[in-house]
């Protein structure tokens, strides 16, 4: 069954490069909501929590060390079909894949260097967002 919310992180090269404004813009003009957001730190070990999905691949130590190089943006996004949508709005992994327009078209760097995170499933949505914020820190919950 689908739910209405989604998780995403601007990663630390788009913080870094400050986009993160123009990426929320984005999100916000493509009817989005923010539900949650803070800025935050990953420490080595919480990358490593919370990509611990990956820990058997071969990139996971350079995952772990590259999300915890630099603060991020945390949010949980509100929105009819919000996972898909998302997904589509973000674009490919790889941004030399990504569609135009996209926000990994225009931001990301490189396949490592992204720019931002989503969701891939509405379980991984709530798995994700409640790894980042309490039910109170949750607007409408």
Known sequence: M?????????????????????ILKMIEESGFKLVAMKVTR?????????YAV?????????????????????AILEKENAVADFRTLIGATNPANAAEGTIRKI?????EENAVHGSDSDENAA???????????KVGV
């Open 127 to 137: 798995i994700e967002g409640s790894f980042f914020f309490s039910d109170l820190e």
């Open 54 to 74: 990956h820990k058997e691949r071969p990139f996971y130590g350079d995952l772990c060390a590259y999300m915890s190089s630099g603060p991020i943006i945390a």
């Open 2 to 22: 689908a739910t209405n919310r989604t998780f995403t992180m601007i990663k630390p090269d788009a913080f870094g490069a400050g986009n993160a404004g123009a």
């Open 42 to 50: 990953l420490s080595a070990e919480a990358a490593g929590q919370f």
């Open 107 to 111: 931001f990301a760097k490189s396949l």
